[in-house]
Each structure stands twice: as C-alpha cells, then as structure tokens.
Nanobody, 123 residues
Framework: QVQLVESGGGLVQAGGSLRLSCAAS????????MGWSRQAPGKERDFVAA????????YYADSVKGRFTISRNNAKNTVYLQMTSLKPEDTAVYYC????????????????WGQGTQVTVSS
C-alpha cells in the first residue's frame, strides 16, 4: 500500500504559476507510473497528466497541454506538477495518484490516490 501526500496548492491569479508536489511512501515508488487528476466543484474527477515509471514518457489532457508539466524524482519518491498560465477553469482539487503498473494506459484510473490539494485561480 502506498501513502500519497499532496502539497503546493493555493490561491493564484489568472496567468500565474504553481508547483504541486506529491510525496509517496510505503510502496516502491520508482516501479509505478504516477499521475495527477482534478475535480472541480460539481464535476467528475478528470485526468490531468501521467508519467511512466522512468520519467521518460508523459501524457497530458488537451486542456493543460503546453501549460502543465509533470515530472518525478525517484530518488525522492516525489512527483511534481508544474502549472503555468493558469486559468480560472483550472480551479479544482488536484489529486496525485499511483497507477497499478509501470506504464500509463489511456483511460486507466489510479490504484491509490492522496487526499488532494486545492488550487484556486482568480480572474
């Protein structure tokens, strides 16, 4: 079982940047693909980004492509989400998650995820 703790959320103006971090413990971090999803009020949780176990291949939702960057540091058991050019529609609770395998498969959901961190973008 893995424990995931997100941090770095907050309030930012449109056009600003934030970096989210997710610290993992309990399960071999480096063997599994990781990702971020988000849930806006009244909406379903949506895929944001994913990264394979070795950090070489990344995937993004169309809505964040070119603005968000996912990365990982396996030595620190941490995955990051650098968010730039933020928009009010990016406002959501952001969840870090671990996939069940080493590689991300489109449409797959997390096997485990954290408690989430709130990101609010004001216009």
């Amino acid at each position: 079982q893995v424990q995931l703790v997100e941090s770095g959320g907050g309030l930012v103006q449109a056009g600003g940047s934030l970096r989210l971090s997710c610290a993992a413990s309990g399960r071999t971090f480096s063997s599994y693909a990781m990702g971020w999803s988000r849930q806006a009020p009244g909406k379903e949780r949506d895929f944001v980004a994913a990264i394979n176990w070795n950090g070489i291949i990344t995937y993004y939702a169309d809505s964040v492509k070119g603005r968000f960057t996912i990365s990982r540091n396996n030595a620190k058991n941490t995955v990051y989400l650098q968010m730039t050019s933020l928009k009010p529609e990016d406002t959501a609770v952001y969840y870090c998650g671990q996939y069940s395998g080493s590689y991300y498969n489109a449409g797959a959901d997390f096997g485990s995820w954290g408690q989430g961190t709130q990101v609010t973008v004001s216009s």
